[in-house]
């Protein structure tokens, strides 16, 4: 595709580990030109607070402010916490701004938002908003003003269970044991998040009950109660597997189906041996395994949690928004080893 003239797009956030990776990209981009990049404070520059991005990308950081990103940018990613993100959206779209949302604001009806987050105060744009998850949203995505960029685990989780939806047992528990790594909390530390609590360690957090419970129980059209989520933290960086289990009708060859709901999209693989963080890092990819059993069917999903559980995740959706190629500026090489 030959681009004429360039589509302006700012970060607010840019100096979390989403925002990190929305820069990467959108520096590279064929299509988009990076002219607004902000945080809460201001006052620096990309690469003093990312030194990874001297000579790359050395931009100034200002104090966010909707008026001058609105003047500046046909669309704003916001990569900033839950509730933040909300006092920006509002504003952003009322001065005709589209959005990349990567918080969990837009994400759920406002019931269940409300019941896992806390009061909603944009129920307006929220009853517009689309679920940007590309395989099941790329033509309401492609005419979205504000897009709600999915969460991590609920990528991986979706991804991995929409082919067999059909096929499941109804109301037969839906198990999802999902490892991430630390990265998915961003850069603020905690007590759990500390090097002493995580290195060499291993443990679940939130079982049955984490806010991204609702989220792949809404998506999927099923009931919250046959979502039994458990998340665990482990020692890597980034990277995030589900290891999901369904019961499902036998007599059906569950690899052939999943090959063949997925064959027109771009960003998953099917994979023949169980799959790897590190086949994914760095990528918007899910790669998918899946066995079965009986009728057990066992799936493996494994995303980068800051990739495709989020920012180049954002910039497929911004791709589709913006009339581009999805796969346009989107890395598809792993770092590997
Ligand atoms: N990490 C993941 O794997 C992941 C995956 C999917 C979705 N998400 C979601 O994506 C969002 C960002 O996550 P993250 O991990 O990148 O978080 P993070 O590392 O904690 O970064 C948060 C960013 O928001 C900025 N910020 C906070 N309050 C602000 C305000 N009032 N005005 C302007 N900027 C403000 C921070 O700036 P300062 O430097 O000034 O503090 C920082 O740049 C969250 O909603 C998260 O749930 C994260």
């Known amino acids: 595709m030959t681009v004429n003239k360039k589509i302006n797009v700012g ?58 990103m609105a003047a500046a940018c046909d669309l ?15 504003p952003l779209i009322a001065k005709g701004v589209k959005v990349v949302d990567l918080s969990a604001d837009y994400r759920l009806p406002q019931d269940i938002y409300e019941a896992f987050y806390t009061p909603h105060t944009d129920a307006q744009n929220l009853s517009h908003a689309v679920y940007g998850l590309p395989e099941l949203f790329a033509k309401e995505i492609r005419s979205a003003k504000l897009v709600a960029n999915p969460g991590c685990f609920p990528t991986s ?45 291993l443990f679940a957090y939130n079982p049955l009950l984490h806010r991204h419970a609702p989220e792949i129980a809404d998506k999927l059209g099923i009931a919250f109660d046959e979502v039994n989520f458990v998340p665990h933290l482990v020692p890597i960086t ?14 059906f060859d569950v690899e052939k189906r ?12 099917v994979s023949k041996k169980p799959v790897t963080m590190k086949d994914v890092a760095g990528t918007n ?13 066992f799936i ?38």
């Open 285 to 297: 990819f899910c790669d998918i395994y899946v066995k079965q059993k009986g009728s057990l069917l």
């Open 157 to 201: 989780a979706i991804l991995g269970l929409l082919p067999f939806m059909d096929k499941r047992v109804p109301h037969t528990p839906v198990i999802v044991d999902a490892k991430t790594g630390v990265s998915g909390a961003g850069k603020k530390l905690s007590n759990t998040t500390h090097f002493v609590n995580v290195n060499d360690n």
């Open 258 to 269: 999943l090959r063949e709901y997925y064959k027109d999209a771009p960003f998953v693989r």
């Open 76 to 90: 704003i990613f916001l990569a900033l916490p839950h509730k933040t993100a909300m006092a920006y959206v509002k």
């Open 300 to 337: 493996a999903s494994a995303i980068d949690n800051l990739m495709r559980g989020a920012s180049s995740q954002a910039v497929v959706n911004a791709n589709l928004m913006m009339g581009l190629d999805e796969k346009m500026g989107i890395p598809d090489i792993a770092y590997v080893p």
């Open 11 to 68: 970060v607010v956030g840019a100096t979390g580990y989403t925002g990190l990776e929305l820069v990467k990209m959108l520096v590279k981009h064929p299509a988009f030109k990076l002219v607004y990049i902000a945080n809460s404070e201001g006052g620096t520059t990309i690469n003093e607070l990312h030194p990874s991005l001297s000579g790359v990308c050395e931009d100034e950081v200002h104090c966010a402010g909707v008026d001058t």
């Open 238 to 251: 980034r990277g995030m597997i589900s290891s999901i289990y369904i019961q499902v009708q036998e007599g």
